[in-house]
Structure formats: C-alpha cells, structure tokens
Nanobody, 122 residues
Framework: QVQLVESGGGLVQAGGSLRLSCAAS????????MGWYRQAPGKQRDLVAA???????NYADSVKGRFAISRDNAKITVYLQMNSLKPEDMGVYYC????????????????WGQGTQVTVSS
C-alpha cells in the first residue's frame, strides 16, 4: 500500500497561483510516478499532470504552459505549481501514485490522496 498526503489548495482569484504538495509513504517501491487529477462537480476525474522518478512529465493540454509538476525524490513528494489559474481549473485535486512508461503515458494505481479543493473566483 502507498499512502498519499496532500496539502495546498484553497481559494484564489483568476490569474492567481496555488501550489499543491503530495507526500508518499509506504510501499513506494511499487510505483515510479505520481500524478495529479482534477474532478469538477458532475464530471469525471481527469489527469492534470504526472511525473516519473526518471524525470519525464505529462500534462493535460489545458494546463500546458501554466502548471508545472516537480518532485523531490528523496522526500517522495510531488508538487504542482499552478499559475494563471482560470475558473475552469476549479475542482477537487487528487494525488495519485502509479507508473509511467518511457513514452510518458501514465497509468494510475489504486492509491489516492484525500483530495484538496481548488476554487478560482472570476
């Protein structure tokens, strides 16, 4: 099992920035990547960004150029820096632990954080 603890999120005005953090513990040898998903009310949970322990990243088209994912391998912690936030970025953000292939395709495992709310006011 992999445990994920998220922090960050909150309320911000459009155009503002937020930073999310996710720390992993437990059987982390079974994963090689971590990702952030967003779920808006009434919608499915979609991948926003993911990063592998070998450095490869994967972003949703809607956030490219605005969001940046990074990781501290020693702390097994992943960060999501969100800039130029838009109302459509609102939702609950979930951290996930999974695997990424060398081509960048991310496959989530059934390890999820508790979720953190991001609200963007227009």
């Amino acid at each position: 099992q992999v445990q994920l603890v998220e922090s960050g999120g909150g309320l911000v005005q459009a155009g503002g920035s937020l930073r999310l953090s996710c720390a992993a513990s437990g059987s982390t040898f079974s994963i090689n990547a971590m990702g952030w998903y967003r779920q808006a009310p009434g919608k499915q949970r979609d991948l926003v960004a993911a990063i592998a322990n070998f450095g490869r990243t994967n972003y949703a088209d809607s956030v490219k150029g605005r969001f940046a994912i990074s990781r501290d391998n020693a702390k097994i912690t992943v960060y999501l820096q969100m800039n130029s936030l838009k109302p459509e970025d609102m939702g609950v953000y979930y951290c996930n632990a999974g695997r990424m292939a060398y081509n960048g395709i991310y496959s989530p495992e059934a390890f999820w954080g508790q979720g953190t709310q991001v609200t963007v006011s227009s």
